[in-house]
């Protein structure tokens, strides 16, 4: 097997195949499957997940270069006879600071795109001279005009914080891209990709004919590599590493059809041969760690969200639902579909170990106000639960939840409510990664967490009192016999009984039992 180099960071089509000296998994299947089934498309997917790479093959497809696609599925299954002319807008390139900001912009892509095609610009807006530019470029060559947006919506998220310049913005660029409708008898194809889907209402109300295939089963492997291309593509990186790591920690990335890697993971995995959550390390989601602290999110739902399929494409200046923002971001994927006469419920989960690990860890921080404790922490947890030492844990979380300044508590609503508690109870574990069962079903009840590790069973019950320790958590557990599933399956079990009060900010009971 002859290794190749690792595409990492090229988002170039042309720089991938010319010389054949790049590892490259042919998505030119589809992509002619794209286009035969319609002109107008738009794509949802997660940031670094190779949107533009599809979106530069597809203008390398249009444009003809057929010597680009020696040996793919496109070679002789496209007709390199007919070129069309192709307009490419990306926004993927620094910050948009406000409207103004945006138009220069614009003015800049259209600047190039008029030299380019020998257009003098007599229009006096942008709309105007994008309206124009399509029409001469359609004229002048005799074919209808293909139309690339890459990262549409990177300008608005750019000021989603600033919700009036985020506005502004959103209502330049809706201006924008409704010149493509009314341009439809010459142009050919139209292809937009972001990380967001804003609601057709706010942002595409002028281009209603778009089809949205982020949730076409067909197409969930459009962007990111399959089990397959990394079994035969890559084969030549496998050697020393652990495939089923692999895939616990990488894979799982579901748009309704066929599992997908995050593909920057996987040659940064290749590369450093150490699995680390690469992609999460590349931008630290400080406005969805932050939204979800403002709304007092129980990090252990995080586990299992059930949404309307509306709902995650419900995004917009001024609403944003948890479950949009997290699934938009690739924080969450979808589990499960279940189609109820007049509804389409979705599961959704975590996609893989990194995710879950990673994004625990900086809610942790974030519940905690204690980024610098993290990491000792996390190492003392660990290896108190390698050695099955739950007395340790209780002089773990005491002593942590005890460091937390006491003004953090007055100026952050979320220690007021009680999910905060078991919430950074279970973000320490899941960091961790450890195995995590969430309200474990018994035949008396349901458990608030069951940790298991090592050969060993946790299992916790969380209690809120308001002074003095009541012994309820405890009780509970046992009354419940709650261990006796596991029991039966011959696993040394620990009951953990947890008792937070109010007034002391702090575990004032940490019961346990081994059995």
């Given at each position: 097997m002859i290794r190749k180099k690792l595409p990492i960071g090229i988002q170039t089509f042309a720089k991938i195949r010319e010389g054949d000296a790049y590892y490259y998994v042919d998505k030119t299947p589809l992509a002619l499957q794209l286009v035969a089934q319609g002109s107008h498309f738009f794509l949802s997917r997660p940031r670094r997940f190779g949107k533009s790479l599809f979106l530069d093959t597809l203008k390398e497809l249009f444009e003809g270069n057929a010597a680009l696609f020696c040996g793919l599925h496109a070679q002789e299954h496209w007709d390199w006879s007919v070129k069309h002319p192709v307009l490419r807008f990306s926004f993927g390139g620094g910050v948009v600071h406000d409207?103004?900001?945006?138009?220069?912009?614009?003015?800049?892509?259209?600047?190039?795109?008029?030299?380019?095609?020998?257009?003098?610009?007599?229009?006096?807006?942008?709309?105007?001279?994008?309206?124009?530019?399509?029409?001469?470029?359609?004229?002048?060559?005799?074919?209808r005009v293909v139309v690339l947006v890459d990262e549409y919506d990177k300008p608005i998220l750019d000021r989603i914080e600033d919700k009036e310049r985020a506005r502004?913005?959103?209502e330049a660029l809706k201006d924008f891209y409704s010149v493509i409708k009314d341009s439809d008898a010459d142009i050919r194809f139209v292809f937009l990709t972001g990380v967001s889907k804003f609601s057709k209402v706010s942002l595409f109300s002028g281009l209603n004919n778009l089809r949205?295939?982020?949730?076409?089963?067909?197409?969930?492997?459009?962007?990111?590599?399959?089990?397959?291309?990394?079994?035969?593509?890559?084969?030549?990186?496998?050697?020393?590493?652990?495939?089923?790591?692999?895939?616990?920690?990488?894979?799982?990335?579901?748009?309704?059809?066929?599992?997908?890697?995050?593909?920057?993971?996987?040659?940064?995995?290749?590369?450093?041969r150490q699995f680390r959550p690469w992609w999460f390390e590349t931008g630290t989601p400080t406005f969805l760690i932050k939204l979800l602290t403002q709304r007092q999110q129980f990090t252990p739902d995080l586990e299992r969200l059930i949404a309307p399929e509306t709902l995650l494409s419900t995004f917009d200046v001024d609403t944003i639902p948890t479950e949009a923002l997290m699934f938009q971001a690739g924080y969450l994927t979808i589990a499960r579909v279940d189609y109820i006469p007049g509804l389409t419920q979705i599961e959704l989960r975590y996609p893989n170990l990194e995710v879950r690990t990673a994004l625990n860890g900086a809610l942790l921080q974030a519940l905690t106000d204690h980024g610098s404790h993290y990491a000792v922490q996390m190492g003392r947890l660990y290896r108190l639960l390698q050695a099955g030492d739950v007395a340790g844990m209780r002089e773990v979380f005491h002593a942590f939840f005890a460091t937390i300044p006491h003004d953090w508590h007055r100026n952050n609503a979320i220690?007021?409510?009680?999910?905060?508690?078991?919430?950074?109870?279970?973000?320490?574990?899941a960091a961790l990664g450890v195995d995590i069962v969430l309200e474990d079903v018994t035949n008396h009840g349901r458990i608030d967490m069951a940790v298991r590790w090592a050969g060993r069973v946790y299992l916790f019950e969380f209690k809120v009192v308001e002074f003095a320790p009541q012994g309820r958590a405890l009780q509970q557990l046992l009354e419940r016999r709650y261990a006796d599933k596991y029991r039966a399956a011959g696993l040394p079990v620990h009951l953990i009984g947890v008792e937070f009060s109010r007034d002391e900010r702090n575990i004032v009971a940490f019961e346990t039992l081994a059995l």
């Open positions: 409207a103004a900001d945006l138009q220069a912009r614009l003015d800049s892509h259209l600047m190039r795109h008029e030299a380019e095609a020998g257009l003098k610009a007599v229009d006096q807006t942008n709309p105007e001279r994008f309206r124009s530019l399509i029409r001469h470029l359609a004229q002048a060559t005799g074919q502004g913005i959103r949205d295939i982020t949730l076409s089963p067909e197409f969930s492997a459009i962007c990111g590599y399959t089990d397959e291309d990394v079994d035969k593509v890559f084969a030549p990186e496998l050697p020393s590493l652990d495939r089923q790591e692999i895939r616990r920690w990488y894979n799982g990335y579901n748009w309704t059809g066929e599992a997908v890697y995050n593909p920057f993971d996987l040659l940064l995995l290749f590369q450093e220690a007021g409510y009680e999910g905060y508690w078991a919430s950074v109870f279970y973000s320490h574990f």
